[in-house]
């Protein structure tokens, strides 16, 4: 955070739908302020179609054209996370384990890949998915910028003491 971006990544099991959503919402809304990045702990071989119809349908831009993996950033030359937000419940160990000091949260967000059945009822279950993490994003970005326009947490914390 030394040139006053904050470094965002999110985490799923597969990196194909709903950590590469939020990751370009941030990339959006986020003003230049954040630095998104979005992983998974067993990346898939592709990302989801529909995820990407969904960023398309949405006019957001693919971040990245192949899932990744969260060990590309856990190497010594990743850049350091000041957030790491978990999608699901499959990346809460991996979130408990994470190395430096970011802000961990979990966000319980419906996983799209789950519903089986027809097609539209697939793409229902994007939409609710993108719905819920657009929410979620609009809101972070509110509240970090408030935060950040303040001391940082630590400099609060011995200000008051």
């Known amino acids: 955070m030394a040139d006053g971006a904050i470094n965002v990544l999110f985490v799923c099991e597969d990196n194909s739908a709903r950590s590469v959503m939020a990751e370009a919402l941030l990339k959006r809304f986020g003003s230049g302020r954040f630095r998104a990045f979005s992983a998974g702990i067993e990346p898939a071989a592709q990302l989801h179609p529909l995820t990407l119809d969904m960023l ?9 054209p192949k899932p990744a993996s969260v060990r590309e950033f856990l190497a010594s030359e990743a850049p350091a996370m000041d957030f790491v937000i978990g999608m699901g419940s499959g990346a809460a160990a991996t979130l408990e384990s994470w190395p430096g000091n970011p802000v961990k949260a979990q966000w319980g967000i419906t996983d799209p890949l789950t519903p089986s059945g027809s097609i539209v009822g697939q793409r229902n279950a994007f939409r609710r998915a993108f719905r819920e993490l657009e929410n979620r994003i609009r809101l972070f970005v509110l509240v970090r910028h408030q935060v950040s326009e303040e001391a940082n947490p630590a400099e609060r914390v011995s200000q008051s003491a």
């Open 56 to 64: 398309q349908v949405s006019g957001l831009d693919t971040p990245h």
